[in-house]
């Protein structure tokens, strides 16, 4: 079997983006979805109780309790990566920034008037340095969306009772959950993007699903074998298969590593991160503050109708298949 040819662009020395908008790497259908969810009867009441009933000292109590703030003498490597990262991405006021003793690897924007990140202990020992920039970076890219408050929000719909927070009984709670889910997997897309940014290394970033995926041990893993396979997940036929893939995502809070790393290479190889590297991108202040949502919608209405074409196709090819057989069977007999 021949191997892959790696088709990702080589690192280079990092560019700060000086005063780069969020606009100029999110995903079309992150803020469609995130103007929906915000369309949902009652999901501002429910913004309005949790953040009213726990305020903003409450949050960060809450999700900082047991963990370590980064700091010049406090994880000073992660430090000086987190400093890299703010640098690159050109942003500031510095949002804090936690490690949390948890093996599983992943990491958080939280808050709600001032956002913190938190990092898993298993995210340290699985990632390099430039894998963890990404991580870095993804996260703070949650932050310059302004996407924390609604990840706390989801957080604490998906892991508290109703007896934890009695002041949400009586709210159709089901839709408005739904909808998070589907907006924080839309807004990890968005997110990807930044992290790429903020490392500018793809194979870094592309190691990190690999990583999440499959473990650390880069000896006995393949990175374009990894990206082959994720072509053939968004490419894998039939309508039973297309089903699955979207039963298998309903409950998730982020995609499937396979389908992070093909939508990235697909962001890659439309020239979107180059034109970015070369400083074409959206400056923060009025031209991004006054973005139509219209321009997203059409883009996300595209982005949804290339996946619903995909599942009708996947059920008209079946049922063609189905009737060729029975006739070809009624024939012989």
Known sequence: MTEPTNTLPAARPRKVLTQIAP??????????????????PGFDQVVKKIYGFIGERGIRLLFQADAVRVG????????????????????????????????????GAYGMDRPFIVINSGALKLLDDDEMRTLLGHELGHVMSGHALYVTI??????????????LAG???????IALLEWFRKSELSSDRAGLLATQDPNAAMRMYLKMAGGGDMKQMNLNEFLVQAKEYEE????????????????????FNTLR????QRWIEAGHYERILNGEYTRRGPDADNRPIDKDIDE??????????????????????????????????
Do not use: C
């Not at 709210?171 to 959950?177: G, N």
């Not at 109708?305 to 298949?321: F, G, L």
């Open 23 to 40: 606009v100029s790497w999110e995903h079309p259908a992150d803020r469609a979805a995130l103007q929906s969810l915000r369309s949902i």
């Open 72 to 107: 010049p003498r406090q994880f000073p490597r992660l430090n000086e990566l987190y400093t890299d990262v703010l640098t690159t991405m050109d942003w500031d006021p510095q949002p804090d920034l936690f490690v949390s003793q948890t093996p599983f690897v992943n990491a």
């Open 154 to 167: 989801l957080i604490l719909i998906l892991n508290f009772s109703f007896s934890t927070l009695p002041f």
């Open 171 to 177: 709210i159709a709670l089901l839709p408005i959950r």
């Open 236 to 255: 894998s036929g039939g309508a039973l298969d297309r089903i699955f893939q979207i039963l298998n995502t309903l409950d998730r809070t982020h995609p």
């Open 261 to 264: 790393a093909a939508e990235l």
């Open 300 to 333: 996300a209405r595209e982005h949804y109708m290339k996946e619903a074409k995909a599942v009708v196709n996947d059920v008209v090819d079946s049922a063609k298949r189905a009737a060729q057989a029975f006739t070809d069977a009624f024939k012989k007999r």
